[in-house]
């Protein structure tokens, strides 16, 4: 336990005290900028605040909390495997590629939930508005169509659209819980990885889904597409290891949410370098980790949570999943009740501040003015631990209500991003190992 103790003391101070370092180790492969939704650059800066009773983050992580447990207990037909929207307002980070010759620019959602990397194409039948010129794949050079045949597109299984004989070319077709969905072809160009941090362009071709029959059911403007990021063949995961472009690995950093001018980063391959501390993973549609137990404070003792409560059963549910398009972290009741209370005690009598009366997992409030040296909530994993600051335990509503960064729900635990900003995490899909890594600054 000591040793575990001194191990977090050390994560503490170098996350405490880091100075900003530049991220172009991590960025020579294949990599991308990750642009803060708030941020001047963003298509979605002018994006208002929402009122407190319409709580989308929490509406959009309890969405893929109930599809991420269906997928564990094969309550879904094949048919129906296929994740719940992403709402932008509620993820905080967008990754930025070109796609095409002459490139266009995009921005997605990055997704660990799912595989498929999809954008809407024009010509389309259907479009929903999009901030950015949408890719037109007849204006570029680069683009082909799949063939039904080809291997990406078998992969594809039941989301391919290839049973009539005559049907010479891949299609896909998706649908969400809330009515969206996207279809269309599973088609060929070339993507460009480019990154601030350096001067270099990576290029590959990959299997893409080009959206023609788009319905948003969110009202505004919306993302491009999604970046799926899972393990699946169709991943840009597989994709980019198997033409040999890089090694079966990714990286991924979030700045502070809660800064509009926070930056990240995505980068994929040998160039990732993986140089945190190292979890191991167990890795199937989703990735797995070992929570071990939580603690408020650092150096304090865990808090009374039998351990059970975040063990993998026997037919593979349940358990721990880090999930980048979960905003809030999910805790199953029993822990939820633990964790929530404990919190609630220190607000109460270290901060005089108590819960609304109709939100009673908000309160009033700034997170920056009011929570100074709020402890520090601890996720002990094997061999390392995930250190949240006031940040990463709460998360500023309104102008002055804060709420939990964190829910219940029943028979799965998910570690969302905002548990998840200021640390790289490393995915190493080969040794199925996790890398931790503090990077207050995610340059």
């Known amino acids: ?90 993820i905080m980070f967008l990754a930025n590629l070109s796609i095409g010759n002459p490139p266009t620019n995009v921005y997605v959602i990055l997704d660990t939930g799912s595989d498929l990397f999809w954008i809407q194409c024009e010509p389309c039948d259907v479009c929903y508005k999009q901030k ?167 150096g304090e003792p865990r808090l009374d949570i039998n351990s059970s409560s975040f063990e993998r059963k026997p037919d593979g549910s349940g358990g721990v999943v880090i999930d980048s398009g979960s905003t809030l972290s999910i805790f199953v009741p029993e822990v939820y009740k633990v964790v929530r209370n404990a919190v609630v005690d220190k607000l109460r009598k270290g901060y005089n501040i108590r819960e609304l009366r109709k939100y009673p997992d908000c309160f009033r409030g700034k997170i920056g003015r009011d929570l100074e040296f709020f402890p520090t909530m601890v996720l002990y994993l094997e061999s390392t631990g995930i250190l949240n600051d006031k940040w990463s335990i709460f998360r500023q509503r309104y102008r002055n209500a804060f709420c939990l960064g964190f829910t219940s729900g029943d028979g799965l635990n998910i570690i969302g991003n905002l548990a998840q900003q200021s640390y790289k995490f490393g995915f190493n899909l080969v040794q199925n190992t996790l890398s931790i890594e503090s990077k207050p600054n995610c340059r």
Not at 21 to 31: L, Q
Not at 149 to 159: E, I, N, V, W, Y
Not at 178 to 186: N, Q
Not at 194 to 207: F, L, P, R, W
């Open 1 to 90: 336990m000591a040793s575990v103790n001194n191990l977090l003391l050390i994560i503490y101070l170098t996350f405490i005290f880091s100075p900003c370092i530049s991220a172009a180790s991590d960025s020579k492969g294949f990599s991308t900028n990750l642009i803060h939704i708030h941020s001047p650059s963003s298509p979605y800066k002018n994006v208002k605040a929402e009122s407190l009773g319409e709580d989308t983050a929490l509406k959009s992580t309890l969405s893929r909390h109930a599809y991420i447990r269906a997928r564990q207990q094969k309550a879904l037909q094949p048919e129906d495997f296929v994740p719940p929207p992403l709402i932008p307002q509620a």
């Open 132 to 298: 950015d010129p949408i890719y037109d794949r007849t204006k570029s050079d680069s683009y082909t169509e799949m063939a039904c045949d080809a291997p990406l597109c078998l992969s594809l299984g039941s989301d391919a659209q290839c049973s009539d004989p005559a049907q010479r070319f891949c299609a896909y077709k998706y649908s969400y819980e809330d009515g969206a969905r996207t279809s269309g072809l599973f088609s060929y160009d070339n993507v460009a990885f480019t990154s601030h941090y350096s001067t270099e362009d990576k290029t590959a071709q990959v299997g893409f889904g080009c959206g023609l029959q788009n319905l948003n059911t969110v009202t505004g403007y919306r993302d491009g597409g999604v970046l799926g990021l899972g393990p699946g063949q169709v991943s840009l995961v597989s994709q980019l290891p198997a033409v040999g472009k890089v090694s079966k690995s990714f990286a991924y950093c979030f700045g502070n949410v809660s800064d509009p001018n926070a930056g990240g980063f995505l980068v994929f391959g040998d160039d990732t370098y993986l140089n945190g501390d190292m979890t191991p993973m167990v890795i199937d549609e989703f990735y797995h980790i070992n929570l071990l137990g939580i603690g408020l404070g650092i």
